[in-house]
């Protein structure tokens, strides 16, 4: 079986991260159902470890998943896997030749650090114990690198940093990982009815959907009050959800918030 650019069927390997083991699986259901494609694991898959192998989809699946996923390290084109290095081999002297982006291994040509073309990772799996390590890995992997996720939202869009916090201000990596739970997607409109300081409606922007919320609490909607911030006795008069919007470049997806 071909795909449309006459390569064979591919296999792809996700490298996924050891937190919130258990929404990486709906995550990335969601994120394949945005694109129309089935979950398809390959035989042996196991949900806890760091590696899944996908069957059944295209670059530009993966692509498209890992431009949203912040439970996903990185993805590649799988060209080879075993239990051992020896195994490795085994496997990728079978990879189709067809299917490889250079002629054959091992790899000809001017190799570029600054500016390759591709990237090629082995990988090893040593399991999820940090205090049981084995000598030798548990499996193997050989591929082209396709795509990091968006672990750096993570970061950038860490309630540490935001303008505008509460005492119960949603935890940046869970706040994307609802939104991408919930499937939001361009010129959506997002409702969130108890919006608080607005972190779900910054997850639901970064990913240019329309946000807008109510809450009961007049303090938090208006941005008075107390400041929940160490060293800061009151709540300036510009802390407030849209800041948190305006502060990460989406404010143009703010609609409103009410109180109720």
């Known amino acids: 079986m071909a795909t449309t650019t006459g390569r064979s069927c591919l296999q792809y390997l996700l490298h996924l991260a050891q937190d919130h083991l258990d929404f990486r699986l709906p995550e990335i259901k969601a994120l394949l159902a945005l694109r129309g494609k089935p979950f398809q694991p390959s035989e042996n898959f196991k ?18 998943i890992m431009a949203r996923s912040v439970c996903t390290k990185s993805a590649f084109e799988l060209w080879g896997h075993g239990q051992t290095h020896s195994e490795l081999r085994t496997s990728l002297l079978k990879y189709p030749s067809e299917n490889m982006a250079l002629e054959y291994l091992p790899f000809e040509g001017t190799v570029s650090l600054k500016s390759p073309q591709h990237i090629f990772c082995l ?20 591929g082209r690198w396709i795509a990091d996720g968006q ?26 990982i609802m939104a991408n739970h919930a499937k939001v997607k361009e010129n959506d409109v997002v ?18 959907a329309y946000v807008c919320g109510t809450d009961i609490d007049y303090n938090i909607i ?13 709540r300036g008069p510009d802390e407030n959800i849209r800041a948190n919007l305006r502060q990460y470049g989406t404010e143009k997806m703010y609609l409103d918030v009410m109180l109720v």
């Open 151 to 176: 672990r750096e939202l993570i970061r950038s869009h860490s309630v540490k940093n935001r303008h505008f916090i509460g005492n119960t201000s949603m935890d940046a990596a869970l706040s994307f």
């Open 222 to 234: 208006h941005g008075k009050g107390r400041s929940s911030r160490k060293n800061q006795k009151w």
């Open 123 to 142: 990988l090893e799996d040593y399991g999820t114990d940090p205090n049981n390590i084995p000598e030798q890995p548990f499996y193997v992997y050989f």
């Open 47 to 64: 949900e806890k470890t760091p590696f899944w192998c996908l069957d059944g989809l295209s670059e530009e699946d993966v692509r498209s």
């Open 191 to 208: 409702f969130d009815p108890f919006v608080g300081t607005g972190s779900l409606l910054v997850a639901c922007s970064q990913f240019k």
